[in-house]
């Protein structure tokens, strides 16, 4: 093997490594929309990232969040066949919120470097924004009353 083949190898373990970890997540975020049978879960994670997750993955999972008491499961059959539904605890309500709100100021710290900055109030512009040149310079404001109010304080 040389060297070319070795890098593909390691590049395709971390992948998997990173997609085991996401499909935790999403079962998560799937059972914070309400509650799920197994089942519903892996159709639903299929639909919506067109990518297969496997009983082999989702039940050890599952077990795992009801050991912690993170989820419970009831019986919804009302008759023959058992229909196993998996809804989040209060305490697994508490643990995906905080789980969530670590993941979205993860991507805004990811996003905010590359935003803009009003010059005049310092809010970040996320979208648009307005742009006028002044002496020469090209400034990023918020706003046209924001770019005015800068105007009069120089
Ligand atoms: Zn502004």
Redesign the pocket.
């Known amino acids: 093997m040389n060297e070319i083949q070795d890098n593909t190898v390691d590049t395709q373990d971390e992948m998997s490594g990173i997609l085991s970890d996401f499909s935790q997540f999403y079962i998560l975020l799937l059972l914070s929309e309400g509650p799920k049978h197994g089942y519903g879960l892996i159709k639903e994670f299929r639909n919506r990232t067109r990518k297969t997750l496997s009983a082999g993955t989702v039940y050890p999972f599952l077990r795992k969040l009801e050991e912690r008491e993170l989820i419970s499961k009831v019986d919804m059959s009302g008759g023959k066949r058992s229909k196993l539904v998996y809804s989040l605890t209060v305490e697994g309500r508490k643990f995906t919120d905080r789980l969530f709100q670590r993941f979205a100021s993860m991507t805004a710290s990811a996003i905010e470097p590359s935003l803009d900055v ?1 010059v ?2 310092g ?1 970040r512009i996320y979208e648009g924004g307005y742009h006028e040149e002044i002496k020469g310079q090209l400034l990023a ?3 046209s009353h ?1 770019a005015a109010a800068f105007k009069r304080q120089q």
Do not use: E, G, K
Request: hydrophobic share 25%; glycine share 0%.
């Open positions: 009003c005049s109030c809010v404001f918020c706003c924001c």
